[in-house]
């Protein structure tokens, strides 16, 4: 004969909460970040009708690789001051 398998049902399972593993600074990382690629651009577009602009051609991809590569991952990875 088969053995009958038991599964655990709903009622069962112990409840668990999630919180959110992010703070108000990690929120602030993020805007000071996605405002830095706004800014960048911003620069971008300045050089539209005239190419010879450092703006667009110089400063605007520096401070776009800054938005993208620093700021978003720091706050990503921001950890915080540990609870001691």
């Given at each position: 004969?088969?053995k009958?398998?038991?599964?655990?049902?709903?009622?069962k399972?112990?409840?668990t909460?999630?919180t959110n593993?992010?703070?108000?600074?990690h929120?602030?990382?993020?805007?000071a970040?996605?405002?830095?690629?706004?800014?960048?651009?911003?620069l971008?577009?300045?050089?539209?009708s005239?190419?010879?602009?450092p703006?667009?051609?110089?400063?605007a991809?520096?401070?776009?690789v800054?938005?993208?590569?620093?700021?978003?991952?720091?706050?990503?990875?921001?950890?915080g001051?540990?609870?001691?």
């Amino acid at each position: 004969m088969a053995k009958k398998i038991e599964r655990p049902t709903l009622g069962k399972q112990p409840k668990t909460s999630w919180t959110n593993p992010w703070s108000r600074n990690h929120y602030l990382y993020l805007a000071a970040g996605i405002g830095v690629i706004v800014i960048g651009f911003l620069l971008l577009s300045t050089g539209m009708s005239n190419w010879d602009n450092p703006l667009a051609v110089d400063v605007a991809p520096v401070v776009l690789v800054l938005g993208y590569c620093v700021a978003i991952p720091i706050a990503i990875m921001w950890s915080g001051k540990s609870a001691k």
